[in-house]
Nanobody, 126 residues
Framework: QVQLVQSGGGSVQTGGSLRLSCTTS????????MGWFRQAPGKEREGVAA???????VYADSVKGRFTISKDNAKDILYLQMDSLKPEDTAMYYC????????????????????WGQGTQVTVSS
């Protein structure tokens, strides 16, 4: 059973920063796609950023240049550093993971991941 445990999040003002963390040891010795998603009330879940075994990353246009996805392999933690936050970034954020042999087979920013974290709220006030 793959478990993803999230931490971080909270409330900040416009222009502030937050860092989300997602811990899993499930893919320590195998290739994995990992991503961050968000879902605002009344909206569909959308992909924010994704990475594959530290060699490939992709970002949604809405967060490019402001958010950074990274992984600490020694600690088995996936991070999402969020800078220059805007009110429209307010949402529940989820991490996701799945195994894949190559970047081309990675779900990337689609929601077709098998494993999900519990979610953490991010609220940005103006």
């Amino acid at each position: 059973q793959v478990q993803l445990v999230q931490s971080g999040g909270g409330s900040v003002q416009t222009g502030g920063s937050l860092r989300l963390s997602c811990t899993t040891s499930a893919y320590r010795n195998s290739r994995a796609c990992m991503g961050w998603f968000r879902q605002a009330p009344g909206k569909e879940r959308e992909g924010v950023a994704a990475s594959f075994s530290d060699s490939n990353t992709v970002y949604a246009d809405s967060v490019k240049g402001r958010f950074t996805i990274s992984k600490d392999n020694a600690k088995d933690i996936l991070y999402l550093q969020m800078d220059s936050l805007k009110p429209e970034d307010t949402a529940m954020y989820y991490c996701a993971a799945d195994s894949a042999p190559t970047w081309n087979r990675c779900p990337r920013l689609s929601t077709a991941y098998n494993y999900w974290g519990q979610g953490t709220q991010v609220t940005v006030s103006s």
